[in-house]
């Protein structure tokens, strides 16, 4: 019999009691400058009697701004005998990386969202990913992980949710989708799904809802609105905050196939023909990539392999090939 390895983090919130806590998920990480270190993930507990667990996390990736931002806020101001059930925020999960403002950690290099199911023998990363698998999901009934488009990609604000094989689970967790009210809601299609904590959160049967509101390594005054109106709407929606949600009309948007990824296949300077939030039809120039290396080259044309919505371009000016260029994502309501 294999015995079961224990993860090193301890939480210094006691998950069962009422009322608000703010601790830490403290994990263990000799290094030079600490012998006998830890990695301190800050973790608010809002708990208030029986009813449902919502797990809501920002930071996965650390250059990306709103979810931090709107969950640290959130955790900061809610009252607890406002809610109904326990909530659990975890606005920086990937700490390390959030705080060097980098995608990865600094620490291994780790990408958390690519590190699932993780490991509790493994590196930084794939530890807090295990105690996430293990520890806090099993714990959620709803989860959301507040994303952007970090330093190299730029998002129309959208909520997502995946096509799964429960259509019950689908259900709920476009209803979760919605009720966020972005001004976008994508059926998204992952092209790397392995290792994703969507993937283990849904994988366990729980109501997931992701987002991408932006991008670029920063924030807007417009995009953190939509991160906080969103949280909180998501807790009305589950009945667990008074209150009416704040709704607005959202765009409808799928992405049915792989066609609806442009990627480069040259290095070079971008120059994006249309912009986020336009609408292309199939074979419709989207981007050229020039040659910064001499003059007098023609440079490499991108279109659009079908018809719909500019949703994510590459952010940066200069691309390499095997970036992702742009999504293009049909419109369905
Ligand atoms: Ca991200």
Redesign the pocket.
Known sequence: MTETLRNPISPTVDFERDGVQHGFLRLPYSRDDSAWGAVMIPISVVKNGAGPTALFTGG??GD?YEGPLALSKLAGSLDPTAIRGRLIIVPFMNAPAVWAGTRTSPIDRGNL?RSFPGRPDGTVTQKIADYFQRTLLPMADLVLDI??G?KTLDFLPFAACHLLPDPAQQARCEAGMRAFAAPYCMRMLEQDAQGLYDTAAEALGKVFVTTELGGGGTLSARSLAIAERGVRNLLIHFDMLEGEPQRGESVMLDMPDDGCYLCSESDGLLEMCRDLGETVQAGELVARVHDARRTGVAPVEYRARRAGLISARHFPGRVQSGDTLAVIAEVVG
Do not use: I
């Open positions: 996965n990736h990306e969202n994303h952007s970090g």
